[in-house]
Structures are given as structure tokens and as C-alpha cells.
């Protein structure tokens, strides 16, 4: 994988859903949040439970997994707390205009996780045990064919089978009002997360541009993690505070690909500063309060402000110096505009997301601003209350000071800044598989860069589908 850009940067990090995409142009993949789970270790079986290799498609249409129960694996493991969850996430996307070559290609990710709920299985409250793992198939578009800084889809890694997460967390206080996470964590599953934009493939709706590409190593998040303390302190119904200390790199050393420098996820690095990083959020209506569904106020918002410093020591973009420590501030939102009056269960609903990220150390950061913006339309076809339809654009700014460079070095043309649209329709096929449909099309991409014969990288319309399955 190549970094031309800068040695800092790697994936960005969604749900059970969520694309994989690569970008030769500024190195190791730009990865967005996978799909998390819905977790439980509540599982309900039938009296009958399944026995039979494939009674479990007796009412497949209608169970929330493939494959049921699992032959009573399932209840078998709630009855001592446990959930295991599998989904996998298969999509094909390819370019019919712009970058270096036309073409599609196909990704996948099979994502596992097993949970433990302490009060279930030791009579211990509030406790929680996850352990995740990944393992991608296929390959990137982005880097094959597109050279952008905004990779296509949000599940591209280097094909791996690797430990995701591995964590424990415990609740305190009355109400469950503070709660501590300790062990290998990626940020991108608590921190910087618009909720709304999550529906989207690209990358960039899961963990921002810029920190992808100004973090040591992208930042732990999606497909890699870190050590750290997460603390969560909830002193109103309303506000919630996030603060955690991690590893200042998800890497233990400075390969410029982070997931070939820990293709198992197993290293565990203490030893490369560290990252600390705080989140104030509030939401509307507060937890537990009433609102009835007519008032005039009552469309709900979450807003999120925070930032992070990291302190290992980063290159300068135009000379051989080295500057220690690096820091951003976001800020993100999350607001319902309109609800369907005439739907009882108040899901027929239009939300307007935002999100925005900068930081004025440009000397030292491949970019300086990255933004995300859009609508979802939830129930856009009356009594399909499970499809989702979204709209929503990207931009990223590449840094005055590496233009500067490009400058300087006679590069041409100078790097300046990427902006994509996405427009996609989310349609559940049954309560455990789902397609989407997906069109993005990117402007200026790379920031404006040439491709191999000299010639202009050219905009680039992305068409694709892509598959979610609980099994």
C-alpha cells in the first residue's frame, strides 16, 4: 500500500453495514465504521427448538437471523449471559467514468462478536465482556481505480483475519449513571459518530477524513483498536460526557501500512505515546423524559462537540523537522426535521445530519478541514419501516502547507481539496438481509492529482450494490 500523502495516515471508520474502500493515492485504506451489533443475551427461542440441519428455515422470513437459533446454540448461551452475533457485508462497486482505470471490483466483510453480561452469568451488575474479530475478502476500488482521498466504501482493509475489540466494561451509580470501558477499543464504535450518516458506503461517514489521515496510523479505529480507558459520565438526563486515554498509535511501529505493521491485531502497543481525546454530547428529549408525539418541539437531536491531542511526534510536511504532539476539534449533529403525523409508531421521519473537523496545525497534517453533510429518509415508501433512503456529500482540505509543497517540488497540479455526493436506498429484503443500492460521484479527485501518464485524474461516478446479512 502506498502513502503519498503522508506517513500518518490509515483507514477511517458504521452498524451492521458498512463498505471497504482503499486509496492508492494517499496510502493505506481510508476505513468507516463497520455495523455494529445489536446485542443481546435475551435470545427467545420456540418451545420446539431447532434440532432438524435445516429446520432453521421455518420461518425464515420472518426471524431476525439466518440461521435462527442457531439449533438452540442461542438460548442455550443467553441462559448464561452470552450473545454471539455474525453478519457479513458484501458489496460490488466499480467506476464508469474518471480515475485511472474503469472497472468494479468486489469487497467483503465478515464481522464476529461474542458478548458476556456479568449480572447473567457471575450475579455481578452491570458488567459487559466483548471480544470481536474481522475478516476481509476481496478488494479496493479506491486504490485500483480511483486515487481519492474519500475511499468509496467504508469495510476496505487489507484482507486479514484479525481481533478486533477486546474489552470490559463495568456500570456504576445510581441509574447506571457512569460506566468505565477498559482494553483494546476502536474509537469510531463511541466517538465522532453521527448516527444518521451511518446508512451511507462511503468511508468518510464513519470516522472522519481527518483523522484518518493526521492520527499515527489513521487512529484506533475501524479495522484496527487500541489500548485505553474510556470513562462515561451521564449527570443529566440530557448530557453525557465521553473522555478516554488510548495508545497514541493502533501501529507498534511506523510501517506506513498500520494493518500490515499488526496483521493480527494482536500487538497490543504501549509504546507509542499517547491519545487522549473528550466528547460532550446532548440530546433531545432527554433520557427518560415524556414528549408527546404532537407537541411542537418534539423532534429529537443529538449534538456533539470534542476534540483530541495526540502526543507522539509527527514530520514536518515541508522540511525534515518533527513537531511534538498534534490536536483537532468536531463538533457533529443529528436533527429530526419532520415526522409523519399520521404514523402512529413516529418511524416515518426526515433527519438532517452534519459534521465538521479542523485543526490549525497545518505544518504537520496532511489535512487541515474535512466536513460530512446530509439527509435519510426513514420509512420513504409507507409501511416499508425498515428502508432508509439517504442523500449526502463529503468534502476534505487538503493542508496549505503540503499545497505549499507541491509547490515547491513543482508538482503538478497542486493539491487543494475533494468533494464527493452519495445518494443510496437501504431495502430490507427480510429482517436479517438487506440491499443497497449505491451511486457516489466525486469531484477533483486525490485533491487534483495526475495519474501514472501525467494526465489529470478525471471526476469519477461510482455505481454499486451491497449486501448485509445477520446470520
Known amino acids: 500500500m502506498r502513502n503519498i ?31 455494529a451489533f445489536a446485542s443481546s443475551s435475551d435470545f427467545q427461542s420456540s418451545t420446539n427448538q431447532t434440532i432438524a440441519p435445516f429446520e432453521f428455515l421455518t420461518g425464515i422470513s420472518r426471524s431476525g437471523y439466518l440461521l435462527g437459533d442457531m439449533w438452540g446454540l442461542r438460548p442455550w448461551m443467553s441462559k448464561y449471559g452470552m450473545s454471539l452475533n455474525i453478519s457479513e457485508t458484501s458489496e460490488v462497486l466499480g467506476n464508469a467514468t474518471g480515475g485511472t482505470h474503469h472497472g468494479a471490483d468486489y469487497d467483503g466483510l465478515t464481522q464476529m462478536s461474542l458478548q458476556l453480561e456479568t ?19 476481496g478488494r479496493s476500488l479506491s486504490s485500483d481505480n480511483l486515487d481519492n482521498i474519500q475511499t468509496a466504501s467504508g469495510i476496505e482493509a487489507d484482507r486479514a483475519t484479525r481481533l478486533w475489540e477486546l474489552w470490559y466494561q463495568q456500570k456504576f451509580l445510581e441509574e447506571d449513571r457512569m460506566d468505565i470501558k477498559i482494553g483494546q477499543q476502536s474509537l469510531d464504535q463511541e466517538f465522532m459518530v453521527s448516527q444518521e450518516a451511518l446508512l451511507f458506503v462511503n468511508t468518510m461517514f464513519g470516522w472522519p477524513a481527518l483523522p484518518s489521515y493526521d492520527m499515527p496510523g489513521g487512529g484506533p479505529a475501524y479495522p484496527l483498536s487500541a489500548p485505553g480507558i474510556r470513562v462515561r459520565v451521564r449527570p443529566l438526563d440530557s448530557l453525557t460526557f465521553l ?28 509504546n507509542r505515546g499517547a491519545l487522549a481525546i473528550a ?19 418534539s423532534l429529537s437531536g443529538t449534538y456533539r462537540i470534542g476534540g483530541w491531542y495526540d ?9 525534515s523537522t518533527e513537531h511534538d504532539g498534534d490536536y483537532g476539534f468536531y463538533a457533529v449533529m443529528d436533527q ?13 421521519t426526515i433527519n438532517f445530519f452534519a459534521r465538521a473537523m479542523g485543526t490549525p496545525l497545518e505544518d504537520r ?75 457516489q460521484y466525486v469531484f477533483n479527485p486525490g485533491g487534483g492529482v495526475n495519474d501514472d501518464a501525467g494526465n489529470r485524474v478525471k471526476n469519477e461516478a461510482v455505481f454499486g450494490i451491497r449486501m448485509n446479512i445477520i446470520f
Open 365 to 439: 497534517n496532511t489535512l487541515d478541514f474535512s466536513m460530512n453533510a446530509g439527509f435519510t429518509f426513514h420509512e420513504p415508501i409507507p409501511h416499508r419501516g425498515d428502508d432508509t433512503f439517504g442523500i449526502g456529500m463529503g468534502y476534505a482540505k487538503v493542508s496549505n502547507s503540503l499545497a505549499d509543497l507541491d509547490r515547491d517540488t513543482g508538482d503538478i497540479p497542486v493539491r487543494s481539496g475533494e468533494t464527493f455526493v452519495e445518494v443510496t436506498y437501504q431495502y430490507e429484503l427480510t429482517p436479517w438481509c438487506e440491499l443497497q443500492p449505491d451511486f
Open 5 to 35: 500523502l503522508s506517513a500518518n495516515y490509515r483507514p477511517a471508520a458504521a452498524g451492521l453495514l458498512a463498505g471497504f474502500a482503499f486509496t492508492g493515492l494517499f496510502a493505506e485504506s481510508a476505513s468507516a465504521t463497520p455495523p
Open 279 to 297: 466528547e460532550l454530547q446532548y440530546s433531545y428529549p432527554a433520557l427518560g423524559s415524556m414528549v408527546s408525539a404532537d407537541a411542537a418541539n
Open 336 to 348: 429530526m426535521i419532520w415526522s409523519d403525523p399520521k404514523d402512529e409508531d413516529a418511524d416515518r
Open 243 to 270: 473522555a478516554g486515554v488510548y495508545s497514541g498509535s493502533p501501529a507498534p511501529n511506523d510501517n506506513p501500512d498500520p494493518q500490515q505493521a499488526d496483521p493480527s491485531g494482536l500487538s497490543f502497543p504501549f
Open 311 to 319: 502526543t507522539e511526534h509527527f514530520a514536518d510536511e515541508e522540511s
Open 119 to 137: 449480572e447473567k452469568a457471575f450475579h455481578l451488575y452491570g458488567g459487559t465482556f466483548n471480544v470481536s474479530a474481522l475478516q476481509y475478502h
